[in-house]
């Protein structure tokens, strides 16, 4: 099976090419076109998955260009890690794909939909069996242009569109920092294979500078991707886009991309000291900033936008201070949890029509199996015991301790807190309450099942933590290690995840139960409800406005110096455009000066060059 | 020359020649006697597909040189005389189901022209000896000018053809006066003769050689409308009939391209060395780069404020001219493998957009860039051809375009010495490219359409479409089929 891997992504293709050449045609048969064929990926995937049980490693080339003696290859590489991804991908998008049958409804442009997300799929499925850097860059830029016309979907948006834009745009920093990566690391090993530049690697053929400036070039693409510090500011808009394509691309698959290259390119990382310190630094610093900034919106969609970017700074964090396996497998749960997550608030909005948590004030209880599945989902990135992200978060804890990083770990365990309060908050507010408001229609099969099935790989895939990391070990060697916590980490790890839950009841659930009362009796609650109303505006007093000032700085520096630079550029384009169309004066006269007076410079210019004169 | 050395030649050698020629006087007798136009059409379709035939049994085939280098047969010519054959048969496709109201009215018939013009161009590429160069380049425009003519109740027509022969005699007249310079110094015509003579040269005489080399390259850049000898292309592409335009910017570009490169390389790259041992072709190319980099520039340039379509990919065409002059002047093993493979996609994706180009004009009885409003709704499936197409032009990556661009980029950074300013001047123009190509995207998706009435597609049409679309993508995807076959 192992070798027909390269047909994986070649279904969702067929997807894409049909829908999108089928134009309006296909209508409702548009879905289960797309889920067929992707499904048929799924199998596959599930096929070269019971293959590398005994195949640690696959690769298959071709030569795809050849200039000179440089020869670049298109194949597929398959290993433990992008057997993983893989699976991750195909069986995710499968399930939004079901979903989305139900939740894109009677919409108009439900084939284009499907087309789109056929195609990212496949973009990201090339992605992750890339076997080297120049096919993954273009599947890089594929996946960005699948996710560009996603968030766009709803174009009668202006929103959507300017969040399509700035995602774009954001993420194409990143994408030059990798680029010009890319290019110095060819130059240095002529070569942009995985395997031959981690054999260069180990020959010591690179200087240690290099190495540093290389790693570091590629860490900035992960941060474009995948919505790190500082450019992690679309991601949150990008929740313009259709809630199913949030939960894949935004939550599970494609801002995963950036830590799945860290990752794919671990060794590079591993021979520079510095450029794990910075992408650990990174990693705690967007976890915590991010989860900060969670605490306060008021958008269902945003707070879980928030609360991704936070944990792929955890992915981060831990692979920076050596926890391979562990930041796998957190990005591994974290899928899983996240999706689980976007795919019920998903349903929330489609029954409730509205997504602001303040005005759903609970009525998410009427839909029961979103309650609880929302709730397996919250507990698990909340770290509650036995469910799956208390064991990747805790491989995170113990990758930390053991790499001797205690302000980090501080910060990651603080994080952490942060995260039960701020999902609770979330759960409290959409599913206690009063809810007032029915349910406008009810949530069909096909988006149940897929919660339901998600919600069961939410609770158990935390268990299979050691072996993934001997899965990783056979293919990737000595730095696959799974970390394990000695016991008082895992109290306190649980302490935390268990007192954010409570401080989170006493704040927004009591002070729901509490509401009438206190308006009456000014009972000691007041006090609470009041700290309650202190946080949040402490939040929004600090970390808002100075992310507001940050970014009005940067929008006059974009204004008055960036624009002023580009005004020069196009300025001096527009000009030579003019006055070499007003030299085409339409006279056949100028057209023959023109040829001759340049015959003339040309042939003066030799004559003073030669001396001849 | 007796007889047994006249038959002793290969001539089977040329039966792609001869195929065109025999052609041609069919088509031009039946034109006479019967005049029907369809018929010329399938007539002349057949015989390229014969010459295509006659071609490809002489894959691999041994260099082969007749009638004393006048003809010579060898992978270069091969290859070129692959894509003149084959963007003429497109072109001929696209021509033969629809009707265009101008052409109708004149009795005379373009079809023999157009073969003429195609034997002129395979002569072009098939000769080695100055003078049967000459008559191939002189029958090749001499077939042009008329072709641009053709629609004679057509105002813009007659302006178009008016300046194309102007502009064409001043160049031709450049032309010969550079060659004279050469047989001057070398008392040949013969290439091979020319260089042996030129690799013995007195030294004293170089600044005669240099100026035979920079005369001669200035009179031919005429032929693939590059600075200097630019300002025709706009007007005469805007004035002759569309397929006629796709013609003079692929198939007579890929002819005066391979021209440059055979007097250039072969005559001038084996002298002793002028100062600092290097070859007249080293020594005097430079100005063929800052060509180059105007050629680039003002392409790019003046094509932003261009609305008519014509005009637009007039000063597209120089654009990509001027990128494809940079392997020329970067010389390596790998430049005549860059240009052919970017022809050949300039070919593909050209002829694509100019077949598009060619339907709405038919439909819209306009030129002007609002023909592409809406057309997304009107017709999908052409909207993503025209984007595919555009997407190639551009340079963007999966496309044909890309290889060929990436190639010229790698080519001029590998060669030595490196070509850093031009490279980045390409890179920079390019992407002032995006802004008239992404403009043709803008108006096919995002503006309302122009009208409601579906668009008319002649079957025959849509064969050029796929067949150049389909070239596009699988040379764009798996460039290294092209280039393996370049390389026998």
């Known amino acids: 099976m192992i070798s027909f891997a390269w047909l994986i992504p070649l ?73 993983l991804m893989l699976f991750v991908v195909s069986f995710v998008s499968l399930l939004i794909h079901i979903y989305s049958l139900g939740y894109m409804g009677e919409d108009d442009r439900k084939s284009s939909y499907f087309a789109y997300l056929s195609l990212f799929t496949f973009a990201m499925l090339g992605l992750v069996m890339s076997p080297n850097l120049l096919q993954f860059y273009m599947f890089w830029e594929l996946v960005g242009l699948g996710s560009f016309l996603l968030i766009g979907f709803y174009l009668y948006k202006e929103s959507a569109k300017k969040a399509a834009r700035k995602a774009f745009i954001m993420t194409r920093i990143g994408d030059a920092g990798l680029l010009i990566g890319l290019i110095l690391l060819f130059w240095q090993t002529k070569t942009l294979s995985f395997l031959e530049i981690f054999q260069a690697i180990e020959q010591q053929k690179l200087a240690p500078g290099m190495i540093t400036l290389i790693a570091i070039l590629l860490f900035i693409g992960a941060v474009g991707k995948s919505g790190q510090f500082p450019l992690h500011t679309w991601l949150p808009d990008a929740m313009e886009g259709p809630t199913p394509v949030s939960a894949l691309i935004h939550a599970a698959t494609m801002v ?98 509205n997504q602001h948590i303040k005005q759903i004030a609970g009525s998410g209880k009427h839909l029961a199996v979103t309650k609880w599945t929302f709730l397996i989902g919250t507990l698990a990135i909340s770290g509650f015991p036995l469910l799956s992200g208390s064991f990747s978060k805790e491989a995170i804890f113990a ?67 050691s072996q993934l990391a001997d899965w990783l070990a056979g293919g990737q060697g000595s730095f696959a290690v799974l970390h394990h916590s000695p016991t008082w980490l895992i109290f306190l790890a649980t302490l935390v995840s268990l007192g954010g839950i409570v401080l989170a009841y006493y704040i927004y659930l009591r002070k729901q139960i509490n509401q009438e009362e206190w308006k009456e009796t000014f009972s000691s609650t007041y006090t609470i409800l009041y700290n309650k109303y202190f946080i949040d505006e402490f939040y929004e007093n600090t970390i808002l406005y100075s992310t507001r000032a940050i970014s009005y700085l940067i929008f006059y520096i974009e204004k008055y110096v960036v624009e002023t630079a580009m005004a020069f550029v196009s300025g001096t384009i527009k000009a030579i455009g003019t006055r070499g169309s007003r030299l085409q004066t339409g006279q056949v006269q100028t057209y023959g000066t023109v040829a001759l007076l340049g015959l003339a410079a040309i042939v003066l210019f030799f004559v003073v060059k030669g001396g001849y004169m | 020359m007796d007889l047994e050395t006249l038959l002793s030649f290969q001539w089977g050698m040329m039966a792609p020649e001869f195929t065109i020629l025999i052609t041609g006087v069919i088509v031009s007798l039946q034109d006479l006697f019967y005049g029907k136009k369809r018929l010329s059409n399938w007539l002349a379709i057949i015989g390229i597909l014969l010459a295509m035939v006659f071609l490809s049994a002489q894959y691999q085939h041994v260099p082969v040189s007749i009638l004393y280098d006048t003809y010579v047969f060898d992978q270069v010519s ?22 265009d109201e101008e052409t109708e009215k004149v009795r005379g018939d373009f079809h023999y022209l157009l ?221 005549l493998e860059t240009i052919w493979f970017y022809l050949l ?127 596009t993508l699988v040379f764009g995807l798996f460039p290294n089929l092209a280039l393996q076959f370049f390389s026998w």
């Open chain 2, 345 to 471: 996609a300039y070919m593909w994706m050209n002829i694509g957009a100019f077949a598009i180009i060619h339907v709405l004009i038919q439909n819209h009885q306009t030129e002007d860039i609002s023909m592409f409003s809406g057309l997304y709704q009107r017709s999908p499936v052409l909207a993503l051809m025209m984007t595919l197409f555009l997407a190639s032009l551009a340079g963007i990556p999966a496309t044909a375009g890309f290889i060929g661009k990436f190639n010229i980029f790698l080519g001029a950074l590998s060669a030595d010495p490196a070509h850093y300013v031009l490279a980045a001047i390409m890179i920079g123009t390019t992407v002032i490219s995006y802004v008239y190509y992404f403009n043709i995207l803008v108006q096919m998706y995002s503006r309302p359409k122009a009208e409601s009435s579906p668009i008319q597609v002649p079957k025959a049409l849509w064969l050029t479409i796929a067949i150049c679309a389909a070239g």
């Open chain 1, 399 to 465: 990758a930390l301790l053991e790499d001797g990083q205690y302000g980090l770990l501080a910060v990651a365990l603080f994080t952490a807190f942060l995260t039960s309060v701020y999902m609770f908050r979330l759960y409290f507010l959409v599913f206690h309450g009063k809810g007032e408001d029915k349910p406008e229609r009810t949530v069909p099969l096909c988006m149940n099942g897929p919660m339901v099935i998600l919600a069961v790989f939410a609770v158990i895939a935390g268990f299979f933590g």
């Open chain 2, 78 to 99: 091969f290859f070129f005389k692959y894509i003149l054959l084959m963007g003429t048969l497109l072109i001929l496709l696209m021509t033969s189901t629809s009707r």
């Open chain 1, 256 to 353: 995963a991309a950036g830590v799945y290259l860290v990752a794919a390119t671990y060794p590079l990382f591993l021979a520079s000291e510095w450029a794990l310190i910075i992408v650990s630094v990174i990693g705690a610093f967007t976890a915590i900033f991010a989860a900060t900034i969670g605490l306060v919106q008021d958008d269902l969609k945003r707070v879980l936008a928030y609360s991704t970017v936070s944990q792929l700074g955890y992915m981060m964090l831990a692979l920076g201070a050596g926890g391979y396996v562990a930041g796998v497998f957190h990005l591994t749960t974290h899928a899983f949890f996240k999706a689980l997550l976007f795919l019920a608030a998903g349903s929330v909005i489609f029954a409730l029509k």
């Open chain 2, 115 to 335: 073969l003429a013009a195609l034997l002129g161009g395979m002569i072009v590429v098939s000769s080695a000896d100055i003078i049967t160069l000459y008559a191939g380049l002189e029958l090749l425009s001499i077939s042009s000018y008329i072709l641009v003519g053709l629609r004679k109740y057509n105002r813009n027509a007659n302006e178009g053809a008016m300046k194309y022969i102007i502009t064409g005699s001043l160049a031709s007249a450049v032309t010969l006066f550079g060659l004279s310079y050469i047989y001057g110094l070398t008392g040949t015509t013969n290439l091979y003769d020319i260089s042996r003579e030129m690799s013995v040269i007195d030294t004293q005489l170089e600044p005669l050689a240099v100026l035979g080399f920079v005369i001669t390259f200035v009179g031919l850049t005429f032929k693939i409308s590059t600075v200097p000898f630019h300002m025709w292309t706009p007007d005469v592409y805007q004035g002759a009939a569309t397929p006629i335009t796709a013609f003079l910017s692929v198939v007579s570009k890929a002819a005066g391209f391979l021209l440059l490169i055979r007097i250039f390389v072969a005559a001038f790259t084996t002298e002793p060395g002028l100062s600092d041992d290097l070859t007249v072709y080293e020594y005097a190319i430079g100005f063929a780069g800052v060509l180059a980099a105007i050629t680039m520039i003002i392409g790019n340039t003046v094509a932003l404020r261009q609305r008519n379509m014509k005009r637009l990919f007039a000063y597209s065409s120089i654009a990509h001219a001027g990128y494809l002059l940079i392997p020329l002047v970067a010389l390596s093993a790998f430049s």
């Open chain 1, 11 to 83: 279904f969702p293709l067929i997807s894409f090419m049909v829908l999108i050449l089928s134009g309006k045609k296909l209508k409702n048969a548009s879905g289960y076109l797309a889920i067929l064929l992707t499904g048929i990926s799924f199998l596959l995937t599930i096929g070269v998955l019971l293959d590398l049980r005994t195949i640690t490693e696959f690769e298959v080339i071709w030569p795809w260009l050849t200039v000179g003696e440089i020869e670049f290859q298109a194949g597929a590489l398959i290993n433990p890690l992008n057997g």
